[in-house]
């Protein structure tokens, strides 16, 4: 089964508007991550966020992890048309190898100029 | 600039005809990964090494093989390729969650057409 889910699917929003977008997921994890895959490209690393932190950010960027809820979410801020990609979370898994993450379905967002 | 380069970026085989798909690294990481990712979907894990430790996922078809001759290169064989396996494949890296940096980097993908 699938260890992370996002939310929404899809996403379109004005330029300078904020866009949230939701990850859950079903078993413990000892971090969670986010990346950014631009059409045709490879995927590009955003943010990481351990089990035990609450809140990072970077930039424009702001991830809250809720382990109580098995649930994150991703916040950019004064978006712009540059930030028209596809967003995944991926997380990895206590209960297999540390290294291997499931990445999930992914958000289409789209930032109209 | 260290990075992770992937050849070729497009590749386009036969059905059946084996196809060798190479990624290399200039980051001098432990990790490598092979992903198969279909379009508007989620990269799908096919292995994964830590150095020469060699981890398959359960659900990756026999079809596929990997092989890891050194820390820099990795390779993705497939030996009958079908219709079905069309899709982009992408190779990534990282330090590993033993070394506290679980990050992984992306190489652009190579992207395989079968006809």
């Known amino acids: 089964s699938q260890q992370g889910e996002e939310d929404p699917q899809a996403l379109s929003i004005q330029e300078g508007e904020n866009a949230t977008m939701n990850c859950s997921y079903k078993t413990s994890i000892n971090n969670l991550q986010w990346y950014r895959q631009n059409s045709g490209r490879g995927l590009v690393h955003l943010i990481l966020?351990?089990?035990?932190?609450r809140e990072k950010h970077s930039g424009r960027l702001r991830v809250t992890l809720d382990t109580s809820k098995k649930s994150s979410s991703l916040l950019i801020t004064a978006s712009r048309a540059a930030d028209t990609a596809s967003y995944f979370c991926a997380t990895d898994s206590m209960k297999t190898s540390y290294d291997k993450v499931i990445f999930g379905p992914g958000t289409s967002l789209s930032v109209i100029p | 600039d260290a990075m992770v380069i992937q050849n070729p970026r497009y590749q386009v085989t036969q059905f059946g005809k084996p196809v060798t798909l190479s990624c290399s690294q200039t980051?001098?990481?432990?990790?490598m990964y092979w992903y198969q990712q279909k379009s508007s979907q989620a990269p799908k894990l096919l292995f994964h090494?830590?150095?020469?430790?060699?981890?398959n996922e359960a659900d990756t078809p026999d079809n596929f093989q990997s092989r890891r001759p050194n820390t820099s290169f990795c390779f993705l064989d497939i030996r009958s390729p079908g219709l079905g396996d069309a899709a982009m494949y992408l190779c990534?890296?990282?330090?590993?969650?033993?070394?506290?940096?679980?990050?992984?980097?992306f190489g652009p993908g190579t992207r395989l057409t079968v006809l």
């Open positions: 990534a890296t990282s330090r590993g969650w033993v070394a506290g940096e679980p990050e992984q980097f």
């Open positions: 090494y830590y150095d020469k430790d060699f981890n």
């Open positions: 966020i351990r089990s035990n932190e």
């Open positions: 980051l001098n990481h432990n990790v």
